[in-house]
Structure formats: C-alpha cells, structure tokens
C-alpha cells in the first residue's frame, strides 16, 4: 500500500494489535524499517468488537510520505476505552469520540499553526521521538506511550480476596463437573458415551 501512496500522500489501514508488537523477525523488521524511515505518523489503539467480522482490538496506522510538520515523532492515541454498547456483542464510537480523535490528530498535525493546539493527555495520547520509541524496541503500543491508569486500591487484604476468590473457583468447579455430568448422561441417552 505504501508502495502505491503518492509521494506527498497519506495512508491509513486498520490492521490488528499484534501488528504493534510481534517480535517475529521479519515483522519486527518492517516496523523498524518504517519508524525509522520516519514513515509511521501516529496510531490509533481501538476498543474490541468494534468490527462485525472480529472481536480482536484493532489499531488503525496513519504512514505519511514527505512529512511536512513534526519529523521525526509519531503521534499515540489510545482510544480503547472510548465506546458504548451499540447491541449486544458489538461495540462503537460515538460522534463525540471520533471528533475527539480527529481534532487530537489535526491540532497535533499543525501545531506550528495558530489555530491549532495540541497537548500531551495521560492515558490518551502522546507525541513520541524516534528516540523514545528506539528505547521501546519499536515496539507501537500506545499504552506504551500514554501511559496506563493505575488500579485503585480496594484496600482489602490479599489474603482476605485469595479466600473469597478461591472459594467462587471452587464453587464454580463443583457446578462445571456437575454440568459436564448432565452432558455426559444426555449423550448415553441418545447411544454416545464419553
């Protein structure tokens, strides 16, 4: 696809998370290639099940031939959190997100621009240098680079939570060899035995 962008062009493709981070050599290779090129201009990290044809998450790579603004940096987003409910099973991006998104992009994109301001948001987006994403061993992951809320503590103590939870394992067992039990005599009713 790069191959076939103009040379001042633009591209964007949606592809999978593991694009981010494979460590297979050639995979590893091509996205060193390109950062260093100074080819990857920003990645966006997207919820799951945001697509009809998969649930995995997905990220959408913006590659840009000829930067004209902010060589040598790339910008993050992590919008993986940014959904709702559209029906049972599958997620979406509501108006508001998109923009959102949009403009964190095109005021990121012309900040040498008066009309346009950008600021680094934890936990949502970041403008790294080929020298930060070198340390990450090329490696895109936007929560890498914005950063990943901390957990609040319950303040219960572990040993109080390992008992509770090790009992709800031991209860939910009990009820899984009891249902594979059910199976197991449905399937010699009707002449297969396990």
């Known amino acids: 696809m790069l191959y076939h962008t103009a040379p001042n062009g633009i591209l964007s493709t949606v592809l999978a998370n593991g694009s981010l981070s ?8 091509i996205r060193k290639k390109l950062i260093e090129a100074d080819l990857v201009e920003c990645i966006v ?26 060589n040598g940096e790339t910008l993050f987003i992590d919008a993986s959190e940014m959904w709702y409910m559209k029906d049972r ?39 790294a240098d080929l020298e930060e994403m070198r340390k990450h061993d090329y490696v895109l992951t936007p929560g890498r680079y914005v950063g990943i809320p901390e957990e609040e503590d319950d303040w219960i103590p572990f040993e109080d939570k390992m008992s509770v939870l090790t009992e709800k394992l031991s209860e939910q067992m009990e009820k899984e060899e009891e249902m594979n039990n059910e199976i197991k005599t449905q399937l010699e009713k009707i002449g297969f035995k396990i």
């Open 22 to 29: 494979s460590n297979t050599s050639w995979e590893w290779e």
């Open 45 to 70: 990290a997207l919820p799951k099940q945001l697509f009809y044809n998969t649930w995995i998450p997905a990220c959408i790579w913006f590659l840009r031939r000829e930067r004209s603004t902010r």
């Open 89 to 127: 099973v599958h997620r979406d991006l509501a108006p508001e997100d998109i923009k959102k998104i949009a403009d964190t992009y095109h005021n990121w994109r012309w900040v040498k621009s008066s009309t346009w301001t950008y600021e680094d948001e934890l936990w949502y987006s970041k403008s």
